[in-house]
């Protein structure tokens, strides 16, 4: 393990040797690389690397960082009148579900039941296209409610999705839906793996930044 310090940050590097070309940088967590590097390659050549791409590595850990922590809770104005979000949408609350004579945790509840049914509907709408695209078939799909993550793929098959990806855009949710059905043949994030999803989504990436930078936003 390399820890390279950098703005006040320690960026931790793991890095794997073999039989390649040219070194490649992977983020895994906030401020923790995988780095894969040629056979022979010296670490003060691989320290420079990392210092190159040192802008990026902080500004993608910072974003990381922020996802992780989970959604931001939402104040609850007078009358049902705050801003949710509804496939990437703004809307009132009353526009959504009935907000007379109802509490905060009322509302609350009421409001966590539509997303849950909007994204299983929506989703449920969605996911058969890919399926035939990737040519796979999963074993179930379910909506849950999950602190960190957007979705996730089973060993048996069984997709599960996070009830807030119906505020998502569309396109987002397309790319998560792609993300995890990939995951049925790709258990593993390698390069094979995001060949695959570049097929289907060429610019996956621009989901995978609007995620980490709207996640907190995306909460009840």
Not at 74 to 83: F, L, P
Not at 93 to 120: M, Q, S, W
Not at 172 to 183: R, S
Request: with cysteine.
């Amino acid at each position: 393990m390399l820890t390279i310090e950098m703005q006040g940050h320690s960026i931790n590097c793991h890095i794997q040797y073999g039989k390649r070309k040219k070194v490649s940088i992977t983020m895994d967590l906030p401020y923790m690389v995988t780095i894969k590097a040629p056979n022979g390659t010296s670490e003060d050549m691989i320290r420079q690397l990392v210092e190159q791409h040192g802008d990026v590595i902080l500004k993608k850990s910072a974003l990381m960082q922020r996802a992780l922590e989970g959604p931001q809770a939402k104040e609850y104005e007078d009358e049902g009148k705050g801003k949710f979000l509804l496939f990437g949408k703004e809307h009132a609350l009353h526009d959504l579900i009935p907000v007379e004579g109802l509490t905060e945790e009322e509302l609350r509840a009421n409001l966590k039941k539509f997303y849950f049914a909007e994204c299983k509907r929506m989703i449920g709408e969605r996911i058969g296209r890919y399926q035939q695209e990737l040519k796979v078939k999963p074993k179930s799909v379910e909506i849950v409610d999950s602190p960190t993550k957007w979705g996730s793929c089973s060993w048996d098959k069984k997709l599960t999705f996070n009830y807030r990806l119906a505020m998502a855009p569309l396109e987002v949710m397309d790319y998560v839906i792609i993300h995890e059905l990939c995951h049925i043949h790709h258990m593993n994030h390698d390069r094979s793996f995001w060949r695959r999803i570049g097929s289907i989504m060429p610019d996956y990436k621009t989901k995978e930044d609007y995620l980490m930078r709207n996640g907190r936003a995306m909460t009840l």
